[in-house]
């Protein structure tokens, strides 16, 4: 799936450019004009990197990262005009991934945008809240929800419950999981999946009455809508 990118930027012509670069090197791309439609669209969700520009109208760009790292860890490259230590410093301390200064050769956005891409752990776009039923895994924040409630996991129980939900519907072996969770080089017994397999179903299906979580014996694990 082509990685989603936003463009906070107010000079129109600029923003025009970087989009048809962006779009020609296979990037979905949206636009946004000043920093309070920037920050409305990118906390929204489903964006894998944020260009910002600094100077903006409305909400400047430093703003809008340090509210936008109130809720979300997506990566951020400051675009200022000013090639000016001061605005580099405040962006990477308010939490910008990275920073270029216009005029920018778009050869170098582009590979600062592939490379905080990658240290964000890949291509894949995994913004959006993961569910079922009233359950909604959100895997930017870290957060699992039933009903709006929050659910305290352990990060074993949240990367199981994880795998699950991303196969939600098929039913995976315990070997599978064990892999996905524990890694290839875990030393141990398969009934480690059935431990938190248990304690899942303890904060989830018996603390707020549902059954999501199925056994299939013989064969391993599913999550099911009810
Ligand atoms: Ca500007």
Same mark, same amino acid.
Request: proline share 3%; aromatic share 6%; with cysteine.
């Given at each position: 799936?082509?990685?989603?990118?936003l463009?906070?930027?107010?000079?129109e012509?600029?923003?025009?450019?970087?989009e048809?670069?962006?779009?020609?090197?296979?990037?979905?791309?949206?636009?946004?004009?000043?920093?309070?439609?920037?920050?409305?669209?990118?906390?929204?969700?489903?964006?894998?990197?944020?260009?910002?520009?600094?100077? *903006? +109208?409305?909400?400047? #760009?430093?703003? /809008? @990262?340090?509210?936008? &790292?109130?809720?979300?860890? %997506?990566?951020?490259?400051?675009?200022?005009?000013?090639?000016?230590?001061?605005d580099?410093?405040?962006?990477?301390?308010?939490?910008?991934?990275?920073?270029?200064?216009k005029?920018?050769?778009?050869?170098?956005?582009?590979?600062?945008?592939?490379?905080?891409?990658?240290?964000?752990?890949?291509?894949?776009?995994?913004? *959006? +809240?993961?569910?079922? #039923?009233?359950? /909604? @895994?959100?895997?930017? &924040?870290?957060?699992?929800? %039933?009903?709006?409630?929050?659910?305290?996991?352990?990060?074993?129980?949240?990367?199981?419950?994880?795998?699950?939900?991303?196969?939600?519907?098929?039913?995976?072996?315990?070997?599978?999981?064990l892999?996905?969770?524990?890694?290839?080089?875990?030393?141990?017994?398969?009934?480690?999946?059935?431990?938190?397999?248990?304690? *899942?179903?303890?904060?989830?299906?018996?603390a707020?009455?549902?059954?999501?979580i199925?056994?299939?014996?013989?064969?391993?694990?599913?999550?099911?809508?009810?």
């Amino acid at each position: 799936m082509a990685e989603r990118i936003l463009l906070v930027e107010d000079e129109e012509k600029l923003a025009r450019m970087v989009e048809m670069e962006l779009r020609y090197e296979g990037y979905q791309v949206e636009k946004a004009p000043d920093g309070r439609s920037g920050l409305d669209l990118v906390l929204g969700g489903g964006f894998d990197l944020v260009l910002l520009d600094i100077m *903006l +109208p409305q909400l400047s #760009g430093m703003e /809008v @990262l340090r509210r936008l &790292r109130r809720e979300s860890q %997506v990566p951020v490259i400051m675009l200022t005009a000013r090639d000016s230590v001061v605005d580099k410093v405040a962006g990477l301390d308010s939490g910008a991934d990275d920073y270029i200064t216009k005029p920018f050769a778009i050869e170098e956005l582009l590979a600062r945008i592939r490379a905080a891409l990658r240290s964000k752990g890949g291509s894949v776009s995994q913004e *959006l +809240p993961l569910s079922a #039923g009233p359950l /909604v @895994l959100d895997v930017e &924040r870290h957060q699992v929800t %039933v009903r709006g409630r929050n659910v305290e996991l352990t990060k074993k129980e949240f990367d199981l419950l994880r795998c699950l939900l991303e196969n939600k519907g098929r039913v995976l072996s315990r070997e599978v999981l064990l892999d996905a969770v524990w890694g290839f080089d875990f030393v141990g017994e398969t009934n480690s999946v059935d431990v938190y397999i248990r304690f *899942l179903r303890s904060k989830l299906d018996d603390a707020f009455g549902l059954k999501l979580i199925h056994t299939v014996r013989g064969v391993g694990y599913v999550i099911k809508e009810e």
